[in-house]
Nanobody, 131 residues
Framework: EVQLVESGGGLVQTGGSLRLSCTVSGLTIEDYAIGWFRQAPGKEREGVSCISKTTGYIYYADSVEGRFTISSNNRNTVYLQMNDLKAEDTAVYYC?????????????????????????WGQGTQVTVSS
């Protein structure tokens, strides 16, 4: 059984930092692009960042470039270090595993459901940034 378990969310003030963790089991992390989507109430889902250990590709949305850093350890965990947090970063953050790296997936320009892609999602973790 594939499981993606997020942790590290919480409440932080503007300018603060949080580190999200995604622990993956049931699949080989090197075979997937692992990353984060987020969704705020009343807003569309947004691809935030992803990392592909096999290809070395790393993606960041323009909205988080320079503030967020994605990394992974040598085992089964992917991290998202979030610095200089802003109110607009408030959202539920979902860890996602996709069986290939394609930038358009994270730019919300590729419909994985329509393409029949078997992706995996965590349950989400809330990040709230207060001003």
């Amino acid at each position: 059984e594939v499981q993606l378990v997020e942790s590290g969310g919480g409440l932080v003030q503007t300018g603060g930092s949080l580190r999200l963790s995604c622990t993956v089991s049931g699949l080989t992390i090197e075979d997937y692009a692992i990353g984060w989507f987020r969704q705020a109430p009343g807003k569309e889902r947004e691809g935030v960042s992803c990392i592909s250990k096999t290809t070395g590709y790393i993606y960041y949305a323009d909205s988080v470039e320079g503030r967020f850093t994605i990394s992974s350890n040598n085992r089964n965990t992917v991290y998202l270090q979030m610095n200089d947090l802003k109110a607009e970063d408030t959202a539920v953050y979902y860890c996602v595993a996709v069986p290939f790296y394609l930038k358009e997936v994270w730019e919300m320009e590729y419909d994985m459901s329509r393409a029949g892609v078997r992706d995996y999602w965590g349950q989400g973790t809330q990040v709230t940034v207060s001003s």
